[in-house]
């Protein structure tokens, strides 16, 4: 009997190496997520840091500070926005991760069916081998003859 041979290897192959790179998706999508934590928590301490004037202002020094603390008001806006863009790529990237995962799951299963099949036909052609050399022994030999 031939061999084990996977039909399928080849698209197994490619399943798998589909996999790996949805699980390195994953990673760089966790890691651009963590950097946008870091970047949003960077604006709320620039926000929060931002000494408050005190006292008599001039109308165009009030007028800067307004502008600067709309300014970092809105690169906390955009650093929650980034973070929450980061997150459902997080969740988009894992999804796919799971669905590249699901098919070499399912390669893997039809693989080992296939080896068992061929197991079976395997034992079972070494079973008729070995039937018919003892057919064959059984016939050679000259039989007793009985008084």
């Known amino acids: 009997m031939k061999r084990y041979r996977f039909r399928l290897e080849q698209v197994a192959r490619v399943r798998k190496l589909q996999e790996d790179q949805a699980r390195a ?8 997520l963590i950097e ?6 960077q604006s709320i301490e620039r926000l ?13 020094r009030f007028r800067a500070e307004r502008t600067e603390e709309e300014l970092l008001a809105r690169a906390v806006l955009a650093a929650r926005l980034a973070e929450s ?8 990237r894992v999804d796919e991760w ?14 080992e069916r296939a080896r068992a099949e061929h197991e079976v036909a395997a034992a ?22 009985q008084p």
């Not at 998706?25 to 651009?32: G, S």
């Not at 863009?85 to 988009?92: D, K, Y």
């Not at 799971?98 to 693989?111: F, G, H, I, N």
């Open 25 to 32: 998706e994953v990673m760089r999508a966790r890691q651009r």
């Open 85 to 92: 863009n980061a997150r459902l790529l997080v969740h988009q």
């Open 48 to 60: 929060d840091g931002k000494p408050r004037s005190s006292g008599h202002l001039t109308p165009g």
């Open 124 to 145: 079972r052609d070494t079973q008729i081998e070995l039937d018919d050399l003892v057919t064959t022994r059984r016939a050679a030999t000259p039989r007793e003859v």
């Open 36 to 41: 946008a934590g870091a970047d949003l928590s």
């Open 98 to 111: 799971a669905a590249a995962a699901r098919e070499v799951s399912t390669l893997e299963r039809l693989d």
